[in-house]
C-alpha cells in the first residue's frame, strides 16, 4: 500500500511562487520516477515535471526555466518548485510516483492541490 499525501497549493498572484510537496507512504523498495501532472477546468491532464531515480528531469515548454522539480529520497518526497506563475498556471496539481513496494510494482497518484494564480 503506497499513499501520496501532497500540500502547498493555494492562491498567489501572478508573478509569485509556490512549493508543492508530494510525500509518499509504505513499504517502498524503490522509486523510479516521479512526476507533476495539472489539470485546468475542461482540459486534459498535462504533464508538467519529470525526475527519475538518477535526478535525470524533464519540463513541459510551458514551465520550463519557471518550475523545478526536486526530490528527497530519504523522505520519498517530490517537490515542484513554481515561480514567475501565471494565471495560466492555474489547475489541480498531482502527483504521481512509479516504484516498487512490497506489494509489487506500483503506480500511485496524490489527492491533488489546488493552484490559483490571480491576474
Known amino acids: 500500500q503506497v499513499q501520496l499525501v501532497e500540500s502547498g497549493g493555494g492562491l498567489v498572484q501572478a508573478g509569485g511562487s509556490l512549493r508543492l510537496s508530494c510525500a509518499a507512504s509504505?513499504?517502498?523498495?524503490?522509486?523510479?520516477?516521479m512526476y507533476w501532472y495539472r489539470q485546468a477546468p475542461g482540459k486534459q491532464r498535462e504533464l508538467v515535471a519529470t525526475?527519475?531515480?538518477?535526478?535525470?528531469?524533464n519540463y513541459a515548454d510551458s514551465v520550463k526555466g519557471r518550475f523545478t522539480i526536486s526530490r528527497d529520497n530519504a523522505k520519498n518526497t517530490v517537490y515542484l518548485q513554481m515561480n514567475s506563475l501565471k494565471p495560466e498556471d492555474t489547475a489541480v496539481y498531482y502527483c504521481?510516483?512509479?516504484?516498487?513496494?512490497?506489494?509489487?510494482?506500483?503506480?500511485?497518484w496524490g489527492q491533488g492541490t489546488q493552484v490559483t494564480v490571480s491576474s
Open positions: 504521481n510516483v512509479e516504484g516498487s513496494a512490497d506489494v509489487g510494482d506500483f503506480t500511485s
Open positions: 509504505g513499504s517502498i523498495f524503490s522509486i523510479d520516477a
Open positions: 525526475i527519475t531515480s538518477r535526478s535525470n528531469t
